[in-house]
């Protein structure tokens, strides 16, 4: 077992440093003004520029409270809406159940794009063209259908006699759901929300597509015209880019389990 | 009418179970309004429509198969579908063997500390948005000062600095090319827990018979992990053909048409066109070819058997 473990040690790190290196130059260069990135793309130098972050965060303050309210309802949403009706497949044995619940699985056989063109002239219709609402649902809907298939299986995993026990007290059904199922849930709702959220804080064809003008822009479409003046250059664009990004990171390294159990549950499922 | 009242009583007996469960239905609710009017309500208009010379507003006149006529002669469709054809088999390529090599390597580090890092560092760059990735590589092609063509001549390959994104012949692969080593992503995850999943004993057996390295890859590892690996085929099939973002950032299908994507194509002849009826109609097809594809994957890549 030893034979070979360090060459195993070094390539994977070599990979590792391989992989990381553009993320590497990102930051590196996000410090320095143009004249700095040519002198010397591949090293940190001094003097740091902060006033990069600064300008670049100007320039998108505004979108990224656009993006966390997108983000927060669009959370909301699919909690919402997949936890009640995981409950329900979890709960009863109800006529039409397997119907129901192909009808929500199918979902995720219909590629966003196929949609894409008629869901737009829906959400006008519904008066949500340029709203945070109208970037909130689309998406929201699409991650409903995995989150009731991840929380059904969960909320079928709770014993079976707890909802007897609870129904012998006589606790109606809207309380055991908020008072018991809920409260038990937190992983797997933790997970949902964290899927859905990183998937809409990232959604940017819906967002170019529904939104105009800089009302209700979202980050995402706001980091691809951040400009810096010509002495800063790209370095405002390039921290435009890593304050875009800290949100998520922030979240993945205060929640890693339900981040990692999510992305491999989810693409297992689906 | 005693053999009406004496058939058993089905139309009832369904429509009390529907009482009875009048709750279930209750909870149903909010998830059935929300899927059919945000997404199956726009998925059969897109079916109808494609149907129909509609511009969104005041056109909306039935032209039968008149819009599948028009993407038989399409050539902007005979490149798209060609373009992500050639990607997707690309990225299947590259899925099925680096990521794979860096699970396996992660997995058999004995270095516990060093482990844990890397499983962690390796998924972190599937948390940064994929928007910013592309901005990255847009920055780093750019021109004559771009990382790209500088660190060519930092290595004295100066000949070979190119106009990577401005030339037809090496636009799509530089397209390809974002992300390398395309090491750091969800395939490293799903390779990386099918591997945590295979029994100890299975390794112990294999020690036992004095499996080396590459036989324990073939005999054990690979056979375990047909599940992820038709996962990651399903996954790189259905990016691939969707994609959107990469070429809409770096070449916006340009030059000429040379990266144009079914999904771009869709984008430009509604939103720029005002052609949402033909727009419909590519997305149907996208639909079917990607309907028959994971059909195809799904018949031929079998799941892992399992091992009790």
């Given at each position: 077992m030893r034979k070979g473990s360090l060459s195993v040690n070094v390539t994977a790190v070599a990979l590792f440093a391989l992989s990381m290196f553009p993320f590497y130059v990102m930051v590196v260069s996000a410090f320095k003004h143009q004249m700095q990135i040519y002198e010397n793309p591949w090293m940190f130098a001094a003097p740091f520029h902060f006033d990069n972050f600064s300008e670049a965060f100007r320039q998108i303050r505004v979108p990224i409270v656009n993006s966390l309210l997108v983000t927060t309802i669009g959370i909301a949403v699919t909690l919402t809406a997949s936890a009640t009706a995981a409950y329900a497949f979890a709960k009863y044995d109800f006529p039409f159940k397997n119907l129901a619940f192909t009808f929500m699985i199918m979902?995720?056989?219909?590629?966003g794009f196929v949609i894409l063109v008629p869901q737009f002239i829906n959400i006008k219709n519904l008066g949500m063209y340029n709203t945070i609402i109208g970037q909130a649902l689309p998406p929201a809907a699409s991650y409903t259908a995995m989150g009731v298939l991840l929380m059904r299986t969960f909320f079928e995993g709770l014993s079976r006699s707890l909802y007897e026990a609870a129904e012998m007290e006589g606790a109606s059904d809207v309380r055991i759901f908020s008072r018991i199922v809920l409260p038990l849930s937190k992983p797997i709702l933790a997970t949902v929300a964290i899927m859905s959220g990183l998937q809409i804080w990232n959604n940017f064809v819906w967002s170019l597509v529904v939104t105009t003008g800089?009302?209700?822009?979202?980050v995402i479409l706001a980091i691809t015209t951040i400009a810096g003046n010509i002495n800063q250059g790209d370095g405002v664009k390039l921290a435009g880019y890593i304050i875009a990004s800290l949100p998520l990171l922030i979240l993945f390294f205060a929640a890693t389990k339900p981040f990692v159990s999510g992305l491999t549950q989810g693409a297992v499922k689906g | 009418m005693n053999e009406v009242a004496y058939t058993p009583p089905r139309g009832n007996g369904l429509l009390r179970r529907i009482r009875k469960n009048k709750m279930a239905y209750a909870f149903l609710l909010p998830a059935i309004l929300l899927l059919s009017t945000i997404k199956y309500y726009p998925f059969f208009t897109s079916v109808v429509e494609s149907l129909f010379d509609w511009n969104g507003v005041n056109i909306n006149r039935f032209i039968g198969f008149g819009n599948y006529a028009e993407l038989l002669g399409d050539e902007k469709i005979r490149v798209a579908f060609a373009n992500v054809f050639k990607i997707s088999t690309a990225t299947i390529a590259i899925q099925l063997t680096l990521p794979l090599l860096a699970a396996l390597l992660v997995f058999r580090i004995r270095n516990g500390t060093l482990q844990n890092f890397l499983k962690v560092g390796f998924i972190v760059?599937?948390?940064?948005?994929m928007m910013v990735l592309v901005l990255l590589w847009r920055w780093m092609y750019?021109?004559?000062?771009g990382l790209v063509n500088q660190l060519l001549e930092a290595i004295g390959?100066?000949?070979?600095?190119?106009s990577w994104l401005g030339d037809p012949s090496t636009a799509l692969w530089a397209i390809v090319f974002?992300?390398?080593?395309?090491?750091?992503?969800l395939p490293f995850l799903l390779y990386l827990a099918g591997l945590q999943s295979i029994s100890s004993d299975l390794y112990e057996v294999a020690d036992l018979e004095g499996a080396g390295p590459i036989r324990r890859l073939l005999s054990i590892e690979l056979p375990l992990l047909a599940s992820q690996i038709r996962l990651v085929l399903m996954y790189a099939v259905l990016q691939a053909f969707q994609l959107f973002e990469a070429p809409y950032i770096l070449t916006n299908g340009g030059p000429g048409i040379s990266t144009i994507t079914p999904a771009l194509h869709i984008y430009d002849q509604a939103?720029?066109?005002?052609?949402f009826g033909y727009a419909s109609s590519i997305g149907v097809l996208l639909f079917a070819v990607l309907l028959a594809l994971t059909l195809v994957i799904q018949r031929s890549v079998k799941n892992t058997d399992k091992i009790d």
């Open positions: 979902l995720l056989m219909i590629p800089d009302k209700v822009k979202p | 760059p599937l948390v940064v948005p750019s021109g004559d000062f390959l100066a000949g070979w600095k190119h974002v992300g390398f080593p395309w090491v750091a992503g939103f720029n066109y005002g052609r």
